[in-house]
């Protein structure tokens, strides 16, 4: 959804609410236990986390694919004692500071979706924007 400067008696239509719950964090966890996983549309917003004893992957998948809007975050969080490593999927980008796409144990990054095959991964659960966590807590907790 666009972003909109509302006035008084202006309203959100049901649709408008949708895209606006699924644009902001979401305390929906999807849990994964295999070895390899590839993000979903429904992954919009959602902690995916992983959880395995052996190596794995979380592959963000191309644009052609699955077609996540820009601006799109989601936060990968390894729980298990193998270490999760984010790859690209065909054409995709993903760009990270320490060129670091491998998460330890109860490591996490943040995914975030900057141009149709680019994403910019954010290490740290620090990087989170708080201020959506709280938003969403509050409109739709």
């Known amino acids: 959804m666009a972003r909109n400067t509302f006035v008084a008696a202006d309203v959100l239509t049901a649709a408008q609410m949708n895209t606006l719950q699924a644009s902001v ?3 929906d966890v999807r849990a994964d236990t295999s070895t390899g996983y590839t993000l979903v549309l429904d ?10 004893s052996a190596a794995s992957t979380a592959t963000v998948p ?3 694919s699955v077609a996540f809007a820009v601006g799109v975050r989601v936060l990968v969080i390894q729980l298990g004692a193998g270490a ?3 790859t690209p999927g065909a054409g995709v980008t993903l760009s ?3 060129n670091n796409l491998v998460l330890g144990q109860y490591q996490s990054a943040v995914l975030v979706k900057q141009a149709t095959n680019v994403w910019i991964v954010l290490r740290s659960a620090y990087n989170v924007d708080s201020d ?3 938003l969403s807590s509050q409109v739709f907790g």
């Open 25 to 27: 964090w979401s305390d």
């Open 43 to 52: 992954d919009a917003g959602r902690q995916v986390t992983m959880n395995n």
């Open 62 to 64: 191309p644009n052609s």
């Open 84 to 86: 999760v490593t984010l």
């Open 96 to 98: 990270e500071p320490g």
């Open 132 to 134: 959506q966590i709280v």
